[in-house]
């Protein structure tokens, strides 16, 4: 499937300090973030920093403390002006904008979701919602009745008239990203959105955000320090050191392709299980065609496969079910030429997007292997259990699913 660049970087690269020409001449002479902060006691935030970010994904970036993920972030709408490089929002540059374009970009195209709430104490949670609307000048009715829909969306139906000290973290931060929603605008920044909150409430507003982009599909852009929340949420991620970036991939490819050392070390730790799906561990089935094969042409497979069992699947390669080599064996002695009776259709299914922490317990148990399927329950693989202790253990998945 085609994707479409809503946001694309080019060089950006920030200087903090009085002498940022000198740092950027020694910058743009290789040398290191140390060598330049000693030789000009200037800060390298940002280092020529390229990318771009398809319309209608998460895209996480991510990195420890300094490496430059906020001001990342805060470049592109220009609330941190950068030293150099491009922005490109649409393929218009957002360098080039002028106060009143910047405004309009901030109000409309971009809106932000901070760690701290920021909500207003004195102010009503609809009112907190309506306030970016409120300041742009949209008429009460209009700015209500969209405070009210994006209220409704983060499931703040009825609260519309408590104030934030009457909520709970979970629930003031849900009144921030309704604030956000209410702009109705094209791309979310979420600087450290859940990072305030304790682990459960951040695990809800993850689930929350999964659910609304299911439905709203915009741009958003999730800055984190924390692996296990990226992998998560994003669709990809860009891990950053030193102001540099130091991998951008899916997932999986971080988690199976880490680009150096500082990347093994961030995924140490890390779930594989809640990461990894059925798609990453299936193999490829030996199968047999109800409509045109029969038992001894089963028994055959069989032996030149080596193995004691066949997925049965039709013309279509709709899954039928399973025949096994006793039953087959027994079919043959008694002269019998249709496998049909022989099919046993108890067998378990998935999806290629089910995650391998709700498979764990059913693949450890079951004695029939899961067969992964399609919605029109064609046939696409089948999980082997030792495929999956394979990936838990960080041997090589198939990240092309």
Do not use: C
């Not at 959105?193 to 299911?214: C, G, I, T, V």
């Not at 108890?346 to 919605?375: G, K, N, Q």
């Amino acid at each position: 499937m085609s994707m479409t660049t809503k946001v694309e970087v080019k060089n950006l690269t920030k200087i903090f300090g009085k002498r940022v020409g000198k740092a950027k001449a020694l910058l743009d002479a290789g040398k290191s973030k140390a060598e330049i902060l000693a030789a000009t006691d200037s800060t390298i935030g940002v280092n020529q920093a390229n990318f771009s970010i398809n319309e209608g994904e998460i895209f996480v970036i991510m990195g420890l403390s300094g490496s430059g993920k906020s001001t990342m972030i805060r470049m592109l709408n220009r609330l941190i002006q950068p030293t150099s490089g491009q922005v490109l929002i649409d393929g218009k540059d957002v360098m080039t904008m002028d106060k009143q374009e910047l405004r309009e970009l901030r109000r409309k195209t971009m809106s932000m979701v901070f760690q701290s709430f920021a909500l207003l104490p004195n102010r009503t949670i609809l009112q907190n919602a309506e306030f970016g609307l409120e300041i742009q000048g949209v008429d009460k009715a209009t700015r209500q009745k969209a405070a009210n829909d994006a209220l409704e969306l983060v499931g703040l139906h009825g609260y519309a008239e408590q104030y934030p000290d009457q909520l709970s973290g979970g629930m003031q931060q849900r009144v921030g990203l309704a604030r956000a929603l209410a702009n109705n605008p094209e791309i979310l920044l979420m600087d450290e959105a859940f990072s305030a909150l304790d682990p459960l409430n951040r695990k809800d507003m993850q689930d929350e955000l999964l659910d609304l982009q299911a439905n709203m599909q915009k741009t958003i852009i999730f800055i984190s320090h924390d692996l296990n929340e990226a992998l998560r949420i994003g669709d990809r991620i860009m891990i950053m050191k030193d102001g540099e970036i130091v991998q951008l991939g899916t997932p999986e490819e971080i988690l199976s392709q880490p680009a150096d050392d500082y990347v093994e070390r961030f995924i140490e730790d890390v779930d594989r299980s809640k990461v990894y799906t059925a798609g990453n561990v299936m193999e490829r089935a030996t199968t047999i065609n109800i409509e045109k094969d029969g038992p001894r042409v089963a028994a055959r497979r069989m032996r030149e496969n080596e193995i004691s069992s066949l997925y049965v699947v039709d013309n279509q390669r709709h899954l039928i079910g399973i025949v096994d080599a006793k039953n087959v064996r027994h079919a043959i002695e008694n002269k019998q030429t249709d496998l049909a009776p022989l099919v046993n259709h108890d067998v378990p299914t998935t999806h290629t997007d089910t995650p391998l922490a709700e498979l764990m317990d059913e693949v450890s148990s079951t004695p029939i292997p899961f067969a992964v399927v399609d919605d029109n329950n064609r046939l696409l693989g089948i999980i082997i259990r030792g495929a999956v202790l394979g990936a838990l253990s960080g041997n090589e998945v198939n990240t092309n699913v």
